[in-house]
Structures are given as structure tokens and as C-alpha cells.
């Protein structure tokens, strides 16, 4: 509530009061008055007369506070008896309060924390000003792929003739050491390349200092940088004259212009920007890499349709002016932060939101059901209250403070919960969260769910109240009520029937994903993984030059194999599972089967007996150097596509040749295939493996640092292996683990949302029992007398228990059948995230089925037991 | 709830006496204290130190209702109504009253059984 509105409220009770008095004051004054004209009639003068009167009533004053007091007392009175009374009355019921605060407090708490996810990532706006405005640009292909990235030509001809932009900018990132020391010891940070006119494009200016002048920019200025807020306040102590210093980015004077606002995003950055210094973008026509991150604002109040007009005509004189760099359908496209940065865990989030909905429904309904049940055995409880003088309107009263003081209770609880659930979330959560859209705990959420559970509450309370007396004062007091089914019946069953529906939504969508999990744990991946570790060395001091870089690795490698313990050592260009590289490869016999992107890896020898795949043919050796004759190694799935079954060994490639063109001079010659390797799923576990080559990294053109493949005793490798690294050069800050963590890492998504999911469904598994028993529960009090004379009358345990826990159990079968077919409409959003696993699968739901089965069977068993076991004659005496 | 039943014998009397009264019309405080005194013979008159707040208690209990009106002499006064819940509380306390009532006189009359 805001200050305003909360005096107006305060004016507003001064106000009433100030009425309350002035009605009082006059009503004492008419009293005084007719006491005189009594005293006069009775013959005293007049001024006796008003004397006398206003003595006998004493101090107007005095009464007036006396009445005003018993007025106030009242209410606070009433309203603090009255949740005292609810205290009392939860404490008396604690199995009620348990299982409505607990309901509340789980549906509450996991929505939160989920709207709280999907509220940072899909829903709030970027946080640059004027968001709507801010895009990113990408391209699409010939077959609708499209990427968001420009090659270097495309972002100048943005630049260039991009009318529907007033700014366009280009951006990188770089990790250095920012100190006051050259190569300074401290961790390196994650900072900013930007290029164009990057301060427009993104709408913020530097709260300290200048931005980049377009000199500045344009060149490439090795000699200033902009800082973080962060950076300025935790490495500078947040210096006011740090503006002119000097300071050294790895080896790099210079002079700091400028320092960002503490509100600065930018968004592709995980974690804080630090830096942000000036690169100039190098148009090279020939480069035809994805490889330049491109921004632009639109110029305000386009419409869509103009916009979409004018990035088609841009389109258009792209392809006239470079009719070999883009096809007939290629075009320009843009892009929004969530389609360029969040698209892999929007339909994860999609999904959660869709499943923690159903479990709030289902918290809802449960709260509706127990607060029915609750009235329906308080009917003698109200019948009394009412025939002894409380109104509709006081009972009333009083069930709404229960309510309330339920719903402040479980505020809380959800409140902790959600938060800590939020944590939980963040941590489990695969780290493909969009950078710098952290999500916040946020009250407004905490407030829709407290709502939603409150308005809940209220409503099936109230609801339930309102017939009990009406019609049960009665009929309560006098006991007749117990045969009958009442009003809530119905309701409840329908309750009965949301709840199981949603329940089983939620049970075979769990179900359907781990067992798609299960499968893909399952896969084997074609290389073994568990006596390897890797190890990445980590960003160099930049004293290394290139010679030395192209060293490091090979005497590292020298060092490790001569380590007792371990089998087999190599280097690669990348991890199994991590991205490699691709390239363009045919064949001098079949140059139209040339495959576009074949992933190329530059290995030592000993690679595929490091990673135990097998290898027919001959390993590479240390003669198959730089200058020796081009070999190459290719996988099961390159020689089938090339030779079908025939012999691969000794056949010619041509790497880097594609549609009768080489991509650069250099790679212009054949490439003979000494051995043909196992398939490696390599790109991820659910993916077919795709055509590979390998070829000895003495004949590779990747310049990227390598990393380390070492096969062994693991307990024992592991630390010698970073020893050894660390005496080659102190200054490295090597990363070892085990293979296994990154084929943890590539199913870490499917796991986190398996387990999500599950964690709902166990969820809502639980609070459906909770409804279902206190369902079978009310039956029973109900029914009791009945329950007592037809056991009296001699029917056995077993018939009465059936007849309990019949109807209820027809709800829940109903309700089994609307959540399948629920589910069934909505399996093909699933689909995408399965491996190998058929959302519609029978034997799958029949697992699903089964669980919400026995738990209901259970939660109407234990209720239905006490039924059969009632003792007739207590119940009949009772009274 | 609130309910001082078995407290102060004198309020819960006024109580029971002012219901009594609005019972055969809706009045004013001024006309309650008239009737009382002439309805009990000048046994009793009411303190309207107490008589307000009884009123109001009363009001606040919802056994009875207020609205300003105008009385015979044009003169504008608040007049008390007693509600459906006033009447069946009038019965309540009357009924509980008159078994006291008998109970005391009997003690008092010194009969024994």
C-alpha cells in the first residue's frame, strides 16, 4: 500500500471517530434537554432546571468516552478472542492444520520460485532502457536455419545502409587480468570488445568519465577502458579520481575514461562485465564466420510492418550487391534477447510453469477440500454458537479470522520455502540460464500465490459455512444431519476429481521424462569415460608467444606420459561432448556427396587408445609431422557415407574442399585415410554421431590451446597429472576432472528437468492422498451413526468400508481419466525433450496410473479401516 | 467471543431491562429512562452514565439498531430498535433471569422442600 493511500485509510477511521463523537455529543445534549423541560414542568426556573439536569447526568464528557470506549473494546475484543479462538481451534485439530499449512505452504513456496524463473527469463523486460527498441541481428539460410550472428561483411552493411537503425554496434568478450601491475596475479575477468557505436545501441552512458568517442571505437584504441561498477567499487575501492589513472588489462597500458553505471546489463555476459575496452571490427570479405555478435536500436514508433519492410529491402541489396555470398532465400533477421540467448531452457521453463501451475491448482483444490471437510464436521460446533445468539454475520467473522490466520501461517512457511526452493533451483539448474537475468525472490510473486491460496480458502470456507446455517441449526443440534449427504458432497467429489486429473498430468509427464533420462544414461556414447580425466590449462600468461603456445602442450603431454600409472595421454582440440570444429570435406571421386560441416579434430597419438575407442588401420605416429604427407584417421559414419562397405584405408580426402571450390589455398591438397575409428556421439549423448575426420595436430591449422586426454589409475593421476602441469609453468591455472563430469554437464538439462519435474509430481502425489484421506475421513464422521446401526444390524466390516470408500474412489478414477486425456492433448509439447522415448508410450502411463492407484487405495484405506472397526454401540450412545 | 454473562449483575440487568423496553417500540435514550422509571413504579432510575454505554455495547452486538429520526416535538433524536438477535437474546436473559429470580425468592421466602 502506498503512504498515500495509507493515510487516506488513517484520515479515514479519525474522521469516522470525529463522527462518532459529534452523533454522541448530541444525543447527550437532546437528553440534557428534555431533563430540563421535565424539571420545568415540574415547576423549577429555568436556569434550576438545566442545573439540575445536567448534574443528574453527570460529566457529558465522561459518558461520552465511556460509550465511545465500549464501542471500541468490542472490536478488538471480537477480533482478538477471535484468533485466539482460531489458534485454539487449529491446535485442537492439529491433523487439519497440518495438512492445510503444509498444502499451502508447498504450493505456495514452489510456485514462487518458479514464477520467479520463469517472471526473470521469459516475462520482465530486458533491462536496457527503452528495451522494445533494443535488438540483436542474425541470419537466415537457404533451409530456414538461422543464427544470431552476422559475418563480418554483413554487420558493416548493417552499419552501412541499415535505415531502419539509428545505431548499430558490435561486441565480444575477452577474459584478462585488470590491475595496476602489468600481467597483474590476480583471477582473470570477463569484460567487453565493443565496436560501432556501442553506447547508443545499448542506451547507457558512464556515470563517471566519457564514454568511447567514435575515434576511439572506430580504431580500436588499445589505450583507454571503460570499468564495471563492480570492478571500480571491489578492485579500486571505489576511487571518485579513477578517471585518467593508468592501469594494465594483462599487459596493456591504459587509461581509464569512463565507469559504467552500477545498473549496466549487458546480456550475453554470465556473471559480471568487468571492462569494457574499444576493438575495431576487421571486414574481411572471404570470412564467411558467423563469427561477429551484432546490436542495433530501431529507430523508435517503426511499426512492425515497416520495420519488417525495410530489414526485406536490406535483405534484398544484400544478396544484389554479394550474389556469391547469399542465396535467394537468405536474409537478415532479428533477434530478441530471449530468442538469441534463452532458447534451449524457454520450453524446460515452459514446461516447469506448466507443471507448477497444475501443482497450485492442486494445492488449491486440496485447501478447498480440507476447509470443506473442516465445516461439514463443525456443523454441530456453528449449530450451537448460532442458537446461542451469534449471528450470521458473527460466525462469519469467525471463520474468515480461521482463514486468515491459516493463510499468515503458510504465507510465512511458503515464503521460506519458495526462497529456498529459488536457491535450490539455481544451484541444481543447468548453467544455461540467460547471463544477467538473475531471478529475484520478488514480494509481487509471493503475493499472487498468498492470494490465489487465501482466495481459495475464503471462498470453499465460506461456501461451506453458509449452508450450515441455513438449514443444519436444526438439524445439527439435533443430530439428524449424519445420514444425509450434504451440499459439500458434490463439490467435494469435484474437488476430489481436480485434484487426481491434475495429479496424473503432472505423474506421467514425470514418469515419460525419466524415463527418457533413464534411456539416455543408457546410451552408450562410443568412447569410455571412466579411467579418463581431462585437463584444461587454463587462460596462458600472455608472455607465451604463438611458438611457445604450440609447445606447451606437447612438453605437458612428454611430462604426463612418463607419470607412473597412467596408460595412455593425448590432446585435442576440445572435449568429447564439448563444441568442436566443423569444415567442409569431400572426396576427389564423389565431390557431390561433400558434406558442409564434418567435425574436424586435430589429435596427438594415442587418441583413440586414451578414449578406448577402436581404431582399424594404423594410430597415428610421431613421423606424420608437419612436413610428412597429409593423413587422416576418419569414423565409422564418414567411410559409410563415402565408400558405402568398401575398404577406406588409403582413399583421399580433401579437407577444406567444397562445391568445386578450395576454401583457401593452403589446404589445397589430398589427404590419404590411414585408419577408420569407432562412431563417438560427440556432439551429445542424444544425438547420432556425425562424420568425423582427425588428423595429427602437427598437420592442423588450430591455433586454440588443447586440452588433455589422460587414461589411468584415476585416484593416483589426477594429482600428479596437475603437478607436472604446474611444473612446466607455475603460473597455469589448470582445471583436471574426471570425463565423467562432462558427460554429467551434457545431460545435466534433461536430469535437472526429470528431477524437477518428479519433485512436483511426488508433490502433488502427496497432497492428493492428503485430499482423498480427508475426503473418506468427513464420509466417515459423517455417516458414523449410519456406520453404527447397519454394523449393528450385522453388516460386515468389509461391506461398510467398501460402501465409504466407493463413490470417493469413483472421483478419483474419473478424475485418472480426465488427467490422461488431459495429458494426452498436451504429449506433443513434451515430445522434444525426449530421447528415444514416445510421450503417448501405454506402458509409461500405466506406470503413472499404477502410482496415483496405490497411493489412493492407500490414503482411502486407513479412514475406511476405522469405519469397519467403529464399535456400534459407542457410536449409537454418542448421542 | 466476547460475552460478559455472569460479570457485573447491574449491566447485565440495564441490558435485559433496555431490551424490555425497545421491545414494545423503538425510543430514545431519553424516553428509555422514562419508561424505566415509570414502568418500575420510581423504583428505578437509570444512571445515563451507564445507559449510553449499554446502548452502544448493545448496537455493537447487533441485538440492537440506531437511526436518527425526529420526534413529536420536531426535535431530531436517535432511536433505538431492537433486532430479530435482540429479541431472541431478551428471551435468553429473561428466562435465565426468571429462573434466579425464583431461586432467590425461594431462598429468601426461607421454604424448605
Not at chain 1, 101 to 121: E, K, N, Q, W
Not at chain 1, 259 to 266: E, I, L, T
Not at chain 1, 300 to 324: M, N, V
Amino acid at each position: 500500500m502506498s503512504v498515500r493511500a495509507w493515510w487516506a485509510r488513517v484520515r479515514g477511521t479519525l474522521r469516522r471517530r470525529d463522527a462518532l463523537d459529534r452523533e454522541m455529543e448530541r444525543e447527550m445534549a437532546f437528553h440534557v434537554e428534555m431533563a430540563t423541560k421535565r424539571n420545568v414542568e415540574r415547576g423549577m426556573p429555568p436556569d434550576v432546571a438545566a442545573r439540575q439536569a445536567k448534574l443528574s447526568f453527570g460529566s457529558v464528557g465522561a459518558a461520552a468516552e465511556a460509550g465511545r470506549e465500549a464501542h471500541r473494546a468490542l472490536i478488538v475484543e471480537n477480533a482478538a478472542a477471535d484468533v485466539r479462538f482460531a489458534v485454539r481451534a487449529l491446535r485442537r485439530a492439529p491433523s487439519f492444520a497440518l495438512a492445510t499449512l503444509s498444502t499451502m505452504a508447498l504450493g505456495i513456496g514452489a510456485s514462487t520460485a518458479i514464477f520467479a524463473v520463469v517472471d526473470a527469463v521469459l516475462l520482465r523486460p530486458l533491462p536496457v532502457p527503452q528495451p522494445a527498441d533494443f535488438t540483436y541481428l542474425g541470419w537466415v539460410w537457404d533451409k530456414g536455419d538461422a543464427f544470431p550472428a552476422l559475418t563480418s561483411l554483413q554487420y558493416q552493411f548493417v552499419r552501412d545502409h541499415g535505415r531502419a537503425f539509428t545505431a548499430v554496434a558490435a561486441y565480444g568478450t575477452r577474459d584478462a587480468r585488470v590491475g595496476t601491475v602489468p600481467n597483474a596475479s590476480t583471477t582473470p575477468v570477463r569484460g567487453l570488445e565493443v565496436s560501432g557505436d556501442f553506447f547508443r545501441t545499448i542506451g547507457f552512458t558512464p556515470r563517471l568519465g566519457r564514454a568511447f568517442d567514435a575515434t576511439e571505437l572506430k580504431a580500436g584504441d588499445a589505450s583507454v577502458i571503460i570499468l564495471d561498477d563492480a570492478v571500480w567499487r571491489t578492485r579500486f575501492g571505489a576511487d571518485p579520481d579513477i578517471v585518467g589513472q593508468r592501469l594494465f588489462l594483462d599487459r596493456e597500458a591504459r587509461t581509464v575514461v569512463g565507469v559504467m553505471p552500477a545498473n549496466f546489463f549487458f546480456p550475453p555476459a554470465v556473471g559480471d562485465t568487468g571492462f569494457l575496452v574499444p576493438v575495431a571490427v576487421h571486414v574481411n570479405p572471404t570470412d564467411e564466420g558467423h563469427n561477429t555478435q551484432a546490436i542495433a536500436r530501431l529507430r523508435h514508433g517503426t511499426s512492425d510492418f515497416a520495420r519488417d519492410a525495410e530489414i526485406g529491402a536490406l535483405s534484398q541489396a544484400f544478396r544484389a550487391a554479394y550474389p556469391a555470398l547469399a542465396g535467394a532465400h537468405e536474409a537478415f533477421r532479428l533477434y530478441t534477447h530471449r530468442e538469441a540467448y534463452a532458447g534451449g531452457i524457454r520450453l524446460t521453463l515452459w514446461v516447469l510453469f506448466g507443471a507448477v501451475s497444475l501443482l497450485l491448482l492442486i494445492a488449491c483444490a486440496n485447501t478447498a477440500t480440507l476447509l470443506l471437510v473442516r465445516a461439514s464436521s463443525r456443523q454441530r460446533e456453528i449449530a450451537v454458537r448460532a442458537a446461542i445468539g451469534a449471528g450470521p454475520a458473527r460466525i462469519l467473522q469467525q471463520l474468515l479470522t480461521e482463514g486468515l490466520v491459516l493463510a499468515a501461517i503458510s504465507a510465512v512457511l511458503g515464503a521460506v520455502l519458495g526462497a529456498l526452493g529459488l536457491r535450490a533451483f539455481l544451484a541444481a539448474a543447468p548453467a544455461t540460464l540467460p547471463g544477467g537475468l538473475a531471478p529475484e525472490f520478488d514480494a509481487r510473486i509471493l503475493v499472487f500465490a498468498v492470494a490465489v491460496c487465501v482466495l481459495t480458502g475464503l471462498v470453499f470456507g465460506l461456501a461451506a459455512a453458509v449452508p450450515s446455517f441455513r438449514w443444519r441449526l436444526a438439524s445439527g443440534l439435533l443430530g439428524t444431519a449424519r445420514g444425509t449427504t450434504g451440499g459439500g458432497t458434490r463439490t467435494r467429489e469435484v474437488l476430489v476429481l481436480v485434484e487426481t486429473a491434475s495429479a496424473v498430468v503432472l505423474l506421467a509427464g514425470a514418469t515419460v521424462l525419466a524415463a527418457s533420462f533413464a534411456r539416455l544414461m543408457r546410451v552408450d556414447p562410443g568412447f569410455e569415460t571412466d579411467a579418463v580425466i581431462a585437463v584444461k590449462l587454463g587462460p596462458l600468461p600472455d608472455d607465451y608467444d604463438a611458438a611457445r603456445r604450440a609447445q606447451l602442450a606437447g612438453r605437458i603431454l612428454e611430462r604426463v606420459r612418463r607419470l607412473p600409472g597412467v596408460a595412455h595421454a593425448a590432446t585435442a582440440p576440445n572435449l568429447p561432448l564439448e563444441r568442436g570444429m566443423n569444415f567442409p570435406v569431400d572426396t576427389p571421386e564423389h565431390p557431390e556427396l561433400g558434406l558442409g560441416a564434418v567435425e574436424l579434430r586435430f589429435v596427438s597419438p594415442d587418441y583413440f587408445a586414451t578414449l578406448g575407442v577402436p581404431l582399424a588401420g594404423r594410430d597415428f605416429a610421431a613421423s606424420d609431422g608437419a612436413g610428412g604427407e597429409p593423413v587422416a584417421i576418419v569414423n565409422t559414419t564418414f567411410a559409410k557415407r563415402f565408400w558405402g562397405e568398401a575398404p577406406a584405408i588409403g582413399r583421399t580426402i580433401q579437407i577444406g574442399h567444397f562445391k568445386d571450390r578450395w576454401l583457401s589455398d593452403r589446404l589445397e591438397h589430398q589427404t590419404r585415410v590411414i585408419g577408420v575409428a569407432g562412431d563417438m556421439r560427440e556432439i551429445g549423448l542424444d544425438r547420432a554421431p556425425r562424420a568425423t575426420v582427425v588428423v595429427p595436430w602437427t598437420q592442423g591449422f588450430d591455433d586454440r590451446q588443447p586440452v588433455l586426454l589422460v587414461r589411468g589409475e584415476m585416484s593416483q593421476v589426477a594429482k600428479s597429472v596437475r603437478a607436472e602441469v604446474l611444473g612446466e609453468d607455475p603460473r597455469l591455472i589448470p582445471t583436471v576432472e574426471p570425463l565423467t563430469a562432462a558427460v554429467s554437464r551434457n545431460v545435466a538439462e534433461p536430469r535437472f528437468r526429470a528431477l524437477l519435474i518428479g519433485t512436483f509430481a511426488a508433490s502433488a502425489l502427496l497432497l492428493a492422498a492428503i485430499g482423498i484421506y480427508g475426503v473418506i475421513a468427513a464420509v466417515v464422521e459423517e455417516r458414523r451413526r449410519e456406520i453404527g446401526v447397519r454394523l449393528s444390524l450385522g453388516a460386515t466390516g468389509a461391506v461398510v468400508a467398501l460402501g465409504v470408500v466407493g463413490r470417493c474412489l469413483l472421483s478419483v478414477s474419473a478424475g485418472a481419466a480426465v488427467g490422461l486425456a488431459a495429458f494426452w492433448v498436451t504429449r506433443r509439447s513434451l515430445a522434444s525433450m525426449l530421447y528415444d522415448t514416445s510421450p503417448g508410450d501405454p506402458r509409461l502411463l500405466a506406470v503413472a496410473l499404477a502410482a496415483l492407484a496405490l497411493v489412493a487405495v492407500f490414503a482411502a484405506w486407513v479412514p475406511a479401516r476405522r469405519a469397519a472397526h467403529l464399535d456400534p454401540v459407542t457410536t449409537l450412545r454418542l448421542d | 467471543m466476547a460475552d460478559d454473562r455472569g460479570g457485573d449483575v447491574i449491566k447485565g440487568t440495564l441490558e435485559m431491562i433496555v431490551l424490555e423496553v425497545l421491545q414494545a417500540e423503538p425510543m430514545h435514550g431519553w424516553g428509555i429512562t422514562e419508561r424505566i422509571e415509570r414502568r418500575s413504579d420510581g423504583l428505578l432510575s437509570v444512571n445515563q452514565g451507564s445507559l449510553y454505554p449499554t446502548l452502544y455495547r448493545l448496537v455493537a452486538r447487533g441485538w440492537v439498531s440506531s437511526a436518527w429520526r425526529t420526534t413529536e416535538n420536531n426535535r431530531a433524536a436517535r432511536y433505538y430498535t431492537i433486532t430479530r438477535a435482540g429479541r431472541k437474546r431478551l428471551a435468553a436473559e429473561r428466562a435465565q433471569w426468571e429462573r434466579l429470580s425464583r431461586g432467590v425468592g425461594l431462598i429468601l421466602a426461607g421454604v424448605r422442600p
